[in-house]
């Protein structure tokens, strides 16, 4: 499984981004696609995911500037950021998470990264 993200760059505070990434070979239907992000010095954390059923999650910093949507069919997770802050600012990774069997599938984009300025 390859994880291709796109979009990300320089913002200035209140700004919109949208980040798009798709999935290729194999992969199962029934699944999570979704974003996390890592600040310098910070660990990795959850910023919003959507599972191939519709169920979203998020992250309560980014709740009602964020929306994470998916296409299925293009096996692509998009994430519409709205309202950017200063501590959005991270590198931002694409996961595609599976559970087979009670075992968990963890694959990873290459990251790219939002810089809002200051």
């Known amino acids: 499984v390859q994880l291709q993200a796109s979009g990300g760059g320089l913002v200035p505070p209140g700004g919109s981004l949208r980040l798009s990434c798709a999935a290729s070979g194999k992969i199962f239907s029934v699944n999570f696609m979704g974003w ?4 310098p010095g910070k ?4 910023v919003a995911r959507i599972h191939s059923g519709g169920t979203t999650h998020y992250a309560d910093s980014v709740k ?3 929306t994470v949507s ?4 293009k096996n692509t997770v998009y994430l519409q950021m709205n309202s950017l802050k200063p501590e959005d600012t991270a ?9 087979i069997l009670r075992t968990k599938y963890d694959y990873w984009g290459q990251g790219t990264e939002i810089t809002v300025l200051q």
């Open 43 to 46: 660990q990795r954390e959850l």
């Open 36 to 39: 996390y992000r890592q600040a």
């Open 64 to 66: 009602g500037r964020f």
């Open 70 to 73: 998916r296409d299925n069919a």
């Open 91 to 99: 590198v931002y990774y694409c996961n595609l998470a599976i559970d």
